[in-house]
C-alpha cells in the first residue's frame, strides 16, 4: 500500500484485465475510451471489451453531434477493436436508416458476434447480408428493419432468443426461420402490419409474445411453451378474421401463463365457438385478460367492431361442463380491478370461484367512480358464490378508504 516514504503502490493499474474489462463494460463506452490515458497497463484494456453498446447513454454523451459524426465514432471504435465482440448494440435515438450502418454490422460480423441489437428510428432498414453469415447468434433483436436474408440461408442454429418489432418479413419466411432455430427458447413478435397465418414450430421455446395483425396463429410443435401473451390490433376484427382458438388452447400442453387482451377474446368469440375443446390449459396458473370491454360497446373499447360481450362468450366457451370439464388446477391467485359490478364481471368471478381448486387469493377492487353504493351490491353477491378451494380467500379492496376486507 504506502511505506514510510516511498510511493504509493498502484493498485489499480495492477489489477487483473479481466477484472479491467468488467469494470470498462459497466462504463459508457465513451469514459471506457478515455480510461486509456491512466496509465500504460490501461491504455489498451478498452480495445478488447468484448461488448460494445451504442445506445441512448453513448447518444446523449454526444447528442450535439450529427448522425454522420455519430456514425464516424463507431466506425473509428471498430476499427481500434480487437478481439471478439459479443455484444453489440446500436439502439441511437433518430437513427436513420442509411448505408453506412452496413459497415458497422460487417465489422460486427466478423468479430464472432452472440448477442445484436440494431433498432432504426426513422425509415425502415434492409439487413446486409453479412448479418446472416452470424451463425454463431444467440440472442437477436431487431427494430423497423427489412429481413429478408439471401438463398442459402439456413438459420441460426444456435439462436436462444428472438425479438423483431415493426420488421418486415413474411409469414413463411418468419415460420421458417423459427423453425431453424432448434434451441430458440424466447420470441416476440410485435408488428403494425397484416400477417397472414403464422405457423410455429420450436420445440424449446417457452416464451411467446405476439402483438399486432395475425390472422391466426399455429402451435405445430411447441411442447415446452409456459408463457404465451397474445395481443391482437382491432383491424383483425374489422377484416373478418379472428384466431384459431381451438388450435391455439389445444396447443399448449404445458402453459402456466396466459395473457390475452379484449381483442383476442372478441376475435374467439366472433369465430365458430366448439361444442367441445381439448383439456390441456390443467397447468395454468395466471390468466390476464386485458383490455376486456364488459358492458356495451362504446369508443373507449371497441369503437367500429361488431357489437357483442366479449366476456360473455368466453364464459359461454369455458361453462360448457358436460362437454369440457376443465379445471384450473394451478390457479392460485386472481386480482380483478377497476370493477363495475355488472353481470359479466361478476359471472367470471363465480366461475373462476368454480373452478380453481388450489385457489388462495382473490382480490376484487371496485371502479370508485362506477359503484355508488361502496360496492355493498357487488359483496352481496360474492358472499353467494360456492368456492371450489377450501382455502379460497376473497379480498374486498375499497379504493377510497384504501382498506381491505375479507369476504
Given amino acids: 500500500m504506502k511505506d514510510g516514504c516511498g510511493l504509493t503502490s498502484d493498485i489499480i493499474s495492477h489489477l487483473p484485465d479481466n477484472v479491467k474489462e468488467t469494470i470498462l463494460m459497466c462504463l459508457p463506452i465513451q469514459d471506457a475510451v478515455r480510461t486509456s490515458v491512466l496509465s500504460r497497463k490501461w491504455r489498451y484494456i478498452w480495445v478488447k471489451l468484448p461488448q460494445l ?57 466478423k468479430n464472432g458476434t452472440q448477442e445484436f441489437t440494431l433498432r432504426i428510428w426513422t425509415g425502415t432498414y434492409k439487413l446486409p447480408s453479412s448479418l446472416f453469415s452470424c451463425l454463431q447468434l444467440k440472442h437477436l433483436n431487431l427494430h423497423s428493419c427489412m429481413f429478408k436474408p439471401p438463398p442459402e440461408f439456413k438459420g441460426f442454429s444456435r439462436l436462444l432468443s428472438l425479438e423483431l418489432r415493426e420488421v418486415v418479413i413474411t409469414a413463411d419466411i418468419l415460420s421458417s426461420l423459427i423453425s431453424s432455430c432448434l434451441l430458440l427458447e424466447r420470441l416476440t413478435v410485435e408488428s403494425s402490419t397484416s400477417f397472414e397465418p403464422l405457423e410455429i414450430a420450436a420445440p424449446n421455446l417457452r416464451f411467446l409474445r405476439c402483438k399486432g395483425l395475425f390472422s391466426s396463429i399455429c402451435f405445430k410443435n411447441t411442447p415446452q411453451l409456459a408463457r404465451v401473451s397474445i395481443y391482437l390490433n382491432k383491424e383483425v376484427l374489422m377484416e373478418g378474421e379472428s384466431s384459431n382458438s381451438v388450435m391455439f388452447f389445444g396447443s399448449l400442453p404445458v402453459v402456466e401463463f396466459l395473457e390475452l387482451n379484449g381483442y383476442y377474446v372478441m376475435g374467439m368469440a366472433a369465430g365458430k365457438v366448439p361444442k367441445t375443446l381439448p383439456t390441456t390449459l390443467s397447468h395454468l396458473k395466471i390468466l390476464e385478460l386485458n383490455d376486456i370491454c364488459f358492458g356495451e360497446p362504446n369508443e373507449a373499447c371497441t369503437r367500429e367492431t361488431t357489437a357483442i360481450d366479449p366476456v360473455l362468450e368466453l364464459l359461454v366457451l369455458l361453462e360448457m361442463q358436460d362437454g369440457w370439464g376443465v379445471y384450473l388446477n394451478q390457479l392460485r391467485e386472481v386480482e380483478m380491478r377497476n370493477l363495475s359490478g355488472i353481470r359479466s364481471e ?38 353467494r358464490f360456492q368456492r371450489l378451494s377450501p382455502q379460497a380467500q376473497i379480498t374486498y379492496y375499497d379504493p377510497d378508504e384504501d382498506s381491505e376486507d375479507e369476504v
Fill in 53 to 109: 453498446v451504442f445506445d441512448y447513454t453513448f447518444y446523449k454523451n454526444s447528442f450535439w453531434k450529427t448522425k454522420n459524426e455519430l456514425v464516424m465514432i463507431i466506425y473509428q471504435v471498430l476499427l481500434l477493436h480487437h478481439g471478439p465482440i459479443l455484444k453489440f448494440t446500436l439502439s441511437l435515438p433518430k437513427l436513420e436508416s442509411c448505408s453506412e450502418i452496413d459497415q458497422l454490422i460487417y465489422f460486427a460480423s
Fill in 346 to 383: 361478476l359471472d367470471l368471478i363465480k366461475l373462476l370461484l368454480a373452478k380453481s381448486p388450489m385457489l388462495e387469493r382473490m382480490l376484487i377492487e371496485p371502479n370508485s367512480e362506477v359503484v355508488l353504493d361502496k360496492g355493498l351490491r357487488i359483496l352481496k353477491k360474492l358472499t
